[in-house]
Nanobody
């Protein structure tokens, strides 16, 4: 079945930007939704941003709305998370996940059954 591969993490200063990529690989990709989640050491995993793959529907956490943008580019199935104005509290391991969800469940971890390995984002001052 399809695998998800994240890339684009790294270290930036507060106020900087990073763009993460989530690329499907290894099989048919027919999942309805893709979400980005993050988990910092000692903290629970939280939904960051998510989208329905075939419709212009997105959802963001309150803490990232206006700073982060989830998107696709043309016909490429890769999903991106553009992160602007990064803050130290954004430091976490970021995971992409594929699954099925309606709008109200897009940021719920239980909506997703395929997960990538994660990519580290570190924001310093």
């Amino acid at each position: 079945q399809v695998q998800l591969v994240e890339s684009g993490g790294g270290s930036v200063q507060s106020g900087g930007s990073l763009t993460l990529s989530c690329a499907p690989s290894g099989g048919p990709y027919n999942y309805y939704a893709l979400g980005w989640f993050r988990q910092a050491p000692g903290k629970e995993r939280e939904g960051v941003a998510a989208m329905i793959l075939t419709r212009p529907v997105t959802r963001y956490a309150d803490s990232t709305k206006g700073r982060f943008t989830i998107s696709r580019r043309g016909a490429d199935p890769t999903v991106y998370l553009q992160m602007n104005n990064l803050k130290p509290e954004d430091t976490a391991m970021y995971y992409c996940a594929a699954g099925y969800a309606g709008y109200s469940q897009l940021l719920m971890e239980t909506s997703y059954n395929i997960w990538g390995q994660g990519t580290q984002v570190t924001v310093s001052s």
